[in-house]
């Protein structure tokens, strides 16, 4: 996820595809009771997929360079 500006994370669906996959990891530690650590991890990396493909993501970036 370092290169937001790989041709792959253009379309929505995949970007879109990540965020679900991140989310049912978190969904998964919470209903599973896991350890708080695994939790905490689950949950920093959904939030900064959500950073790094929704809020710092410009298509238009690529275009540019």
Known sequence: MQDRHN????????RLLILAVCLSLVGFEVWNGSDPLWLGLAVAVTAYAVWSFFIA???KDKAEK
Do not use: A, S
Request: hydrophobic share 45%; no cysteine; proline share 27%.
């Open 57 to 59: 993501f410009d298509p």
């Open 7 to 14: 041709p792959f994370y253009n379309p929505l669906w995949v």
